[in-house]
Structures are given as structure tokens and as C-alpha cells.
T-cell receptor
Framework: NAGVTQTPKFRILKIGQSMTLQCAQD?????MYWYRQDPGMGLKLIYY???????DKGEVPNGYNVSRSTTEDFPLRLELAAPSQTSVYFC????????????????FGEGSRLTVL | EDKVVQSPLSLVVHEGDTVTLNCSYE??????LLWYKQEKKAPTFLFML??SGIEKKSGRLSSILDKKELSSILNITATQTGDSAIYLC??????????WGLGTSLAVNP
């Protein structure tokens, strides 16, 4: 019962490097999300997707890109890493829109801790 | 701008105590309110409260939605050290994005 799988769990980057955080879900969920969580700051939405081929910006999209070529996968790309992108990143998925009555709960991956030095 | 405020931000109790966590929202077009528990890693779902389901209970945890006061409480009775976590609430409106509070950090000491 994999659920939402994120890789890598930990990564250290140098300023200016690029990398991709991988996210895969095996629940056939339409909606997928990327959040970042900084200490004391709650969850901030970076990007989300309502289905394969459709993505949209969240609250804090600058410095990131996403793609959704399949239902299962939703990678997050960091271009030109900056110290401000040091954070814990969570990928999540839901069957219907988050919070929608019935089955709108989000399922989260275990997180990817990224440090940019 | 829609907003979710949780209080207190942190709380330390002893095992066996009862705690009440608060989540208030200043939002338009309320659809649902969700509670999550976050231990070391991923947030895990606890409850969803809606206009047609304003009270939920699971074991020692229970939650109530007060639409008039625009708030929700999460109660934990007979707390255990395993209840130590960050408790997050999130509001859902008509768009597809959840608005999250900052969380309440609960520490239960033996």
C-alpha cells in the first residue's frame, strides 16, 4: 500500500544548482499538490494539478516548475536553487478537489528535506 | 483575504490531561474544515467537518464545527505521549485550494 511516494528524502544543493523532486501516487487520484513547510509557517501551496496535462500555480510558485504527463507522477523542478528554497517539501494527492465533501481529504507523502547552501 | 488562525500555537500538558485546540476562519463560501495530525513526517487526516457533519469523533479525539462563530475545536481526552504532534487545520472554499493554519504544537509529557 504505497500511497504517495516522494524521492529523495534528503538533499543538499549548492546555490545555482537544479534538481527535481519526484512524486508518485498509486491511488488513481486526479488532484496532486506540492507544498513547502517552513518552521512555524504552516503549509504553503507551490503548484497543483487537477489531472494529467493540467497544472496551476499556488501561493508561492516562483523558482519552481511542475509537469503532469501521467495521472501517477507530479515532479517538482527547482531551477537555480537559492537559500530561500531550503525547506521541507510535501507532495499530496486527493481523489477530488481538496476539502470537497465526501472524499476530499489529502494524502501526503513523507516529505523531502532540501537544504541549499 | 481568506484566513485560518489556530490557537494556541503551542501547548505542553501532562499525560491524562484533556486539551482543546482551536481553529477559527475568516473565509467566504465555506465548504469544509479539515483537521490533520503531523508527527515527524507527513500530515495524516483526522476529520472533515461540513455543514451537514458538524461533529466527528474517533476514540479519544473529537471535533466540532461552529458555523455561527466561524470556528472549530479539536478535543483530545486522556492524552498520551503518542498524541504529541503538530495539529493542523485547513479550510476549503469554492476554489480548489485549501487554506492552512500555522498549526498547534502539542507536547504531552509523561
Amino acid at each position: 500500500n504505497a500511497g504517495v511516494t516522494q524521492t529523495p528524502k534528503f538533499r543538499i544543493l549548492k546555490i545555482g544548482q537544479s534538481m527535481t523532486l519526484q512524486c508518485a501516487q498509486d491511488m488513481n487520484h486526479n488532484y496532486m499538490y506540492w507544498y513547502r513547510q517552513d518552521p512555524g509557517m504552516g503549509l504553503k501551496l507551490i503548484y497543483y494539478s487537477v489531472g494529467a496535462g493540467i497544472t496551476d500555480k499556488g501561493e508561492v510558485p516562483n523558482g519552481y516548475n511542475v509537469s503532469r504527463s501521467t495521472t501517477e507522477d507530479f515532479p517538482l523542478r527547482l531551477e537555480l536553487a537559492a537559500p530561500s528554497q531550503t525547506s521541507v517539501y510535501f507532495c499530496a494527492s486527493s481523489r477530488v478537489a481538496g476539502g470537497q465533501v465526501g472524499t476530499g481529504e489529502l494524502f501526503f507523502g513523507e516529505g523531502s528535506r532540501l537544504t541549499v547552501l | 483575504e481568506d484566513k485560518v488562525v489556530q490557537s494556541p500555537l503551542s501547548l505542553v500538558v501532562h499525560e491524562g490531561d484533556t486539551v482543546t485546540l482551536n481553529c477559527s476562519y475568516e473565509v467566504t463560501n465555506f465548504r469544509s474544515l479539515l483537521w490533520y495530525k503531523q508527527e515527524k513526517k507527513a500530515p495524516t487526516f483526522l476529520f472533515m467537518l461540513t455543514s451537514s457533519g458538524i461533529e466527528k469523533k474517533s476514540g479519544r479525539l473529537s471535533s466540532i464545527l461552529d458555523k455561527k462563530e466561524l470556528s472549530s475545536i479539536l478535543n483530545i481526552t486522556a492524552t498520551q505521549t503518542g498524541d504529541s504532534a503538530i495539529y493542523l487545520c485547513a479550510y476549503a472554499g469554492n476554489n480548489r485550494k485549501l487554506i492552512w493554519g500555522l498549526g498547534t504544537s502539542l507536547a504531552v509529557n509523561p
